[in-house]
């Protein structure tokens, strides 16, 4: 059906991106899985599904029923958040409805309208977004470039910047697979007394010590703010900020999407509780997954000619929309779950595969999948 009046402008927009080759749609699971962020193989596990059975049987709701400030506060959140803040070293945590949610709440909130943000090009969306939405300057950088950081800030407080500088980074990064240069970014966060937020989405659960992250060494400081999300490696959803306790306290008065948002599940944060357990429990997970991203990162490097990441995700870059969907739907099409990324996700001619190495295949798994993807780049032409 065409659409006509106040509906036309839209399926414009829609015609115009399928045009490019933009044109995103829904699809079920199916396959073997290579595109989910389930890391650790943690989101069907029967620790979580007990934990969460368990809560149930004792009286847990399922709804919070309004928000924290209101009667939306459950021991259950209160629990996992001093849980969270001993695990991951800082003074107290908070937890929010997912890590999108609580990328804006934090930076729509905590810099104010005298301060300067200097955002990495490559942070995720949600930081793009609520930079928008923020009261303080915004600055882009080139990817991980810190003499580009430290000239914008050396030329904002020239030119009359009196505020404070906040720095946003990723520590691995959602589409390329690789870290921010953390230790580094902390010193000129000190040169500068400056805040460091950082984004450890793709780490949490993964890397340091009981998959604390990689910015582990970083918590507790006065000036380090850390994102973890509960919906990737912990296998469960939502996100926890850790933080100094007088900026979580200034969350809880001045964060609108905090005040004004029904909570999280109380079983969610029963989950998310267990999800930590597991990471101090079960160590093997985080060797087991590091094996296989090595393994596959060899296989890819000596079939395909590609130079792994580093990490579990694993980027092909193909360039061209159109083919980047055809290798992407011939691999599905023979059994594995591997889907194409495309602008404005990634930058411009930069559309590629990202193929993600989770606890849910093993070695045989990852081989079939690599020869299949070294055949599929040969058949479908450049």
């Known amino acids: 059906?065409?659409?006509?009046?106040?509906?036309?402008?839209?399926?414009?927009?829609?015609?115009?991106?399928?045009?490019?080759?933009?044109?995103?749609?829904?699809?079920?699971?199916?396959?073997?899985?290579?595109?989910?962020?389930?890391?650790?193989?943690?989101?069907?596990?029967?620790?979580?599904a007990g934990a969460v059975a368990a809560a149930l049987a004792a009286g847990t709701p399922v709804g919070a029923t309004g928000s924290r400030l209101l009667r939306g506060n459950t021991p259950d959140h209160e629990q996992l958040e001093a849980v969270a803040a001993r695990f991951f070293g800082a003074e107290r945590a908070l937890f929010f409805g997912s890590g999108y949610v609580a990328n804006f709440a934090l930076l729509t909130t905590l810099p104010r309208w005298e301060d300067l943000l200097v955002m990495d090009e490559l942070v995720h969306a949600s930081a793009h977004e609520a930079a928008l939405a923020g009261r303080a300057q915004k600055i882009e950088v080139p990817h991980n470039d810190l003499g580009v950081i430290e000239n914008a800030i050396k030329a904002w407080r020239g030119t009359g910047g009196r505020g404070r500088v906040w720095i946003a980074v990723e520590s691995l990064y959602s589409m390329d697979g690789d870290r921010a240069p953390l230790a580094e970014l902390a010193a000129l966060a000190d040169r500068h007394e400056a805040f460091l937020l950082i984004d450890e989405a793709h780490a949490t659960g993964i890397f340091?010590?009981?998959g604390r992250g990689l910015a582990h060494g970083l918590e507790g400081r006065d000036n380090v703010i850390v994102l973890h999300t509960c919906g990737k490696a912990l296998g469960c959803s939502g996100a926890l900020v850790t933080a100094p306790a007088v900026l979580c306290e200034f969350l809880v008065n001045r964060c609108r999407p905090f005040i004004y948002s029904t909570a999280p599940s109380p079983l969610m944060a029963v989950a998310v509780t267990e999800a930590l357990a597991i990471l101090r429990d079960e160590p093997e997970r985080r060797d087991r997954l590091s094996q296989l991203v090595a393994f596959t990162g060899s296989d890819i490097h000596k079939r395909c000619g590609m130079n792994p990441s580093g990490s579990q995700i694993i980027p092909v870059i193909i360039g061209d929309n159109a083919r980047v969907m055809a290798v992407a739907a011939a691999l599905q099409a023979r059994g594995f779950d591997i889907r194409g990324i495309r602008p404005p996700t990634v930058p411009e001619r930069t559309a590629r595969l990202r193929i993600s190495v989770t606890l849910n295949v093993d070695e045989a798994d990852v081989s079939a999948m690599v020869a299949a993807l070294a055949e599929e780049l040969e058949k479908t032409p450049a």
């Open 1 to 48: 059906m065409t659409a006509n009046g106040p509906l036309l402008r839209y399926e414009t927009k829609l015609r115009g991106l399928a045009r490019k080759n933009r044109l995103r749609s829904l699809s079920p699971r199916a396959g073997l899985d290579f595109s989910s962020n389930d890391y650790l193989g943690l989101a069907a596990s029967p620790r979580l």
């Open 208 to 210: 340091g010590p009981h």
